[in-house]
């Protein structure tokens, strides 16, 4: 960000998803839903706009890696380590919860761990506001990654912070 002088992520949506109205709603419905969300442990979303014909949203950088690396460069982490990581990612989705979002994507991909011990949650592009379940599915597209969804995701296509939870 030059004009702000730091260091920033941009996340752009693909051209060929672009021309898609539905991706693109839901893309812009990430800004705004991220962009409501103010909390620690999640990366927080400074703007949201087009460039072209391209979508994109500006989030705050996060240095360091994701948990898959993690866990893929060291191994399995410690009851200690794993605990703590927990605790910052349900702290995060318990944000996301009071403010009526669903997550619906959580995995170790979306857990972001800084040198300094920071963890923060990341990609709320699959969040939709709650009032009391949504939907996971759009027409026969399922949301989420399915080695982390929780049953109800599969049998019923419905989320809520329940399915966040087990997720996480």
Known sequence: ?????????????????ADDAET???????????ARLSHPNVVAVFDQGVEGTRPFLVME???????????RDRGKLSVGEAVTVMDHVLAAL??????GLVHRDIKPENVLLTSDGRVKVADFGLAR???????????????GTAAYLAPEQFELGTAD??????SA
């Open 94 to 99: 318990s944000a996301a919860h009071e403010a």
């Open 1 to 17: 960000d030059t004009r702000l002088e730091r260091r920033v992520a941009v996340k752009i949506l693909h051209a060929h998803l």
């Open 61 to 71: 950088y996060v240095p360091g890696a994701n948990l898959r690396h993690l866990i």
């Open 129 to 143: 506001a709650i009032a009391g379940s949504t939907v996971t599915t759009t027409g026969s597209v399922l949301l």
């Open 24 to 34: 693109l709603a839901r893309f812009e419905r990430e800004a705004r839903a991220a």
């Open 161 to 166: 912070a329940r399915s966040d939870v087990y």
